[in-house]
């Protein structure tokens, strides 16, 4: 079993939601008997301006006891991105972490810590950078990231970078460059290498989506892309069922998890969303064989949100025409 947390996006603000939102996941992993293995970051942990001393403030005094007893592995947010430049792979962030650039832990040799990937044992992670790189399909980075799911050996492909590809948080993926061009331009090819779950942050909400596939276009919306549109709780509607190994276009759970301290907000409805919740928490991953199960614990401790995804088999995929939508939106 590997256990791992995403402690959500935009948590580096030093602050007592950010505070709560450790502690009550150190009381629950506590509480389970499910110790971490591991810990991602998906960007915005030192505000505003990603400084040294704002590392310090916001995030290495925060989670020092856990970032003592596991690894981190960090995406870069814009606002580590005012100080630190993907291209040249420097400033606070790049001084802050050592990351993989020649497949030291698994993955496609990048040659660079600003995208990359890693092993842990039969799961593939893959970090790319939203911010300030080429995201253009045709890009170095979308050329690495093809050569590096082709050559990927895994039962469980998890991917994560900072922009989300799908949000009506506090901000919009039909409207944002960067989200759109996440959304259309890296997000096939991430479905053609089969990808599981797709963690982003920056929007500072929680939003999970049904399983989806082949949502690309400007605005998002879920007729004849969502291939389940189940709540994936085993209590309730059932796991999200896909077939065995890393096959392409089979579905992905999409997660927006931005609500790690900096203020929450919603602006809208994105449709592909099963879950929306305008409160602070964090992200906890447990896989366990042919079974990845999510849990959204809040800053005070509830469990908000149950998923699960089985892999087994062979699943014959088909799309759902007029699927389930959540509710709209009212300020």
């Given at each position: 079993m590997v256990n791992n947390i995403t402690l959500g996006g935009?948590?580096?603000t030093g602050g007592s939601d950010q505070r709560k939102v450790y502690e009550a996941m150190q009381e629950f992993v506590k509480e389970t008997k499910r110790p971490l293995d591991m810990f991602i970051h998906v960007g915005d942990m030192a505000y505003s301006d990603g400084a040294n001393y704002e590392f310090d403030k916001g995030f290495f005094s925060m989670y020092g006891d856990v970032l003592n007893q596991v690894a981190v592995w960090p995406s870069m947010g814009n606002?580590?991105?005012?100080?630190?430049?993907?291209?040249?792979?420097?400033g606070p962030y790049y001084d802050a972490y050592v990351l993989p650039t020649q497949g030291e832990v698994g993955g496609v040799p990048s040659g660079t810590e600003a995208y990359y990937s890693f092993d842990r044992g039969r799961i593939h992670f893959v970090c790319l950078d939203s911010h300030d790189l080429d995201?253009?399909?045709t890009g170095p980075m979308a050329a690495w990231?093809?050569?590096d799911l082709n050559q990927a050996d895994a039962d469980w492909l998890i991917a994560y970078w900072h922009h989300p590809a799908y949000t009506k948080g506090s901000h919009d993926s039909d409207t944002e460059g960067q989200l759109i061009e996440m959304r259309e331009q890296i997000m096939p090819i991430m479905e053609a290498g089969g990808v599981d779950m797709v963690l982003t942050g920056h929007s500072h909400i929680y939003e999970r989506s049904m399983l989806v596939d082949g949502a690309y276009v400007t605005p998002?919306?879920?007729?004849?892309?969502i291939l389940d549109e189940g709540d994936g709780n085993p209590a309730g509607d059932g796991a999200y069922r896909k077939s065995a190994g890393l096959n392409a276009h089979e579905g992905a759970v999409q997660i927006v998890t931005g609500h790690g301290g900096a203020g929450v907000s919603r602006r809208g409805t994105m449709p592909i969303m099963r879950e929306i919740i305008v409160e602070h928490g964090s992200v906890i991953l447990d896989v366990d064989g042919d079974t990845l199960a999510?849990?959204?614990?809040?800053?005070h401790g509830d469990v908000r949100d149950e998923f699960s995804i089985v892999k087994k088999g062979k699943v014959e995929v088909k799309r759902v025409e007029n699927p389930w939508q959540p509710a709209p939106w009212k300020k």
């Open positions: 935009g948590s580096g606002h580590e991105g005012k100080t630190s430049r993907g291209m040249t792979g420097t995201r253009m399909s990231l093809r050569e998002t919306v879920a007729d004849g892309v999510g849990t959204m614990i809040d800053k």
